[in-house]
């Protein structure tokens, strides 16, 4: 494929994505067109599935470039991204924006300090306070990548791991009240039921945190006010 069909195939899942663009990872050493007997480059359906790969995990999970060549590098000689094999990533051609999870994400602890921006310190707080938690084999996924990355921007603000155990308390509450309404639909242990639990957990989540949000930006209105 040219350049310009392979636009045409990414920009439906991202909108933004540019020639520029994928020359740059290109430079980076993330995709490796060939080249026609002219000098134009030539794509394959392998080219394009990496750089799905690296615009999702990039777009979702935050992830700087060089962390992300270290998974396609590791992807590329036998798919697993931990040394020890107890946990691996799904490989880069089954990954689109559709189906990226938590558990694509797989950061060695190095890894997760360099994506989140932090110190070693700040992440042996988090840990101590439960609000970062390795999974088998001492790995990271992108929930904690997510916490660790809030908790370094917060730092700068003054606000210390100890500070933040009340907003993963208030988040267990309102995982509580989602809990209350999933049950009955659990219980029915169907397909069907399955799927309508997910779409409700969804929505309640989506709502709730729109609450959360109104109360809090409401409470610094008040403090600035006065």
Same mark, same amino acid.
């Given at each position: 494929?040219?350049?310009?069909?392979?636009?045409?195939?990414?920009r439906?899942?991202?909108?933004?994505?540019?020639?520029?663009?994928?020359?740059?990872?290109?430079?980076?050493?993330?995709?490796e067109?060939?080249?026609?007997a002219?000098?134009?480059r030539?794509?394959t359906?392998d080219? !394009? &599935? =990496?750089?799905?790969y690296? %615009?999702?995990?990039?777009r979702?999970?935050?992830?700087? *470039? @060089?962390?992300?060549?270290?998974?396609?590098?590791?992807?590329?000689?036998?798919?697993?991204?931990?040394a020890?094999?107890?946990?691996?990533?799904?490989?880069?051609?089954?990954?689109?924006?559709?189906n990226?999870?938590?558990?694509?994400?797989?950061?060695?602890?190095?890894?997760?300090?360099?994506a989140?921006?932090?110190?070693e310190?700040?992440?042996?707080?988090l840990?101590?306070?439960s609000?970062?938690?390795?999974?088998?084999?001492?790995?990271?996924?992108?929930?904690?990548?997510? !916490? &660790? =990355?809030?908790?370094?921007? %917060?730092?700068?603000?003054?606000?210390?791991?100890?500070h *933040? @155990?009340?907003?993963?308390?208030s988040?267990?509450?309102?995982?509580d009240?989602?809990?209350?309404?999933?049950?009955?639909?659990?219980?029915?242990?169907?397909?069907?039921?399955?799927g309508?639990?997910?779409?409700?957990?969804?929505?309640?989540?989506?709502?709730?945190?729109?609450?959360?949000?109104?109360f809090?930006?409401?409470g610094v209105?008040?403090?600035?006010s006065?």
């Amino acid at each position: 494929m040219s350049i310009g069909e392979v636009l045409t195939q990414l920009r439906p899942d991202f909108p933004d994505i540019s020639i520029s663009k994928i020359r740059f990872l290109e430079a980076e050493g993330l995709v490796e067109p060939q080249r026609s007997a002219s000098g134009y480059r030539r794509f394959t359906p392998d080219d !394009v &599935a =990496r750089l799905r790969y690296v %615009l999702t995990v990039q777009r979702d999970h935050y992830l700087p *470039l @060089r962390v992300i060549k270290e998974q396609l590098d590791q992807l590329d000689h036998g798919m697993e991204l931990v040394a020890d094999g107890e946990r691996s990533i799904t490989p880069y051609t089954a990954v689109s924006a559709k189906n990226t999870s938590e558990d694509e994400v797989v950061l060695t602890r190095s890894s997760l300090l360099e994506a989140a921006g932090i110190g070693e310190e700040l992440l042996r707080e988090l840990e101590s306070y439960s609000l970062v938690r390795p999974g088998r084999g001492d790995v990271y996924d992108a929930h904690a990548l997510l !916490v &660790a =990355r809030t908790a370094g921007e %917060l730092a700068g603000y003054g606000l210390e791991p100890r500070h *933040l @155990r009340s907003v993963r308390s208030s988040a267990e509450r309102t995982v509580d009240l989602v809990e209350q309404v999933l049950t009955p639909l659990l219980r029915q242990r169907s397909a069907e039921a399955a799927g309508r639990a997910e779409e409700v957990a969804t929505e309640i989540a989506r709502l709730t945190t729109r609450l959360h949000a109104a109360f809090v930006d409401a409470g610094v209105r008040r403090l600035q006010s006065r």
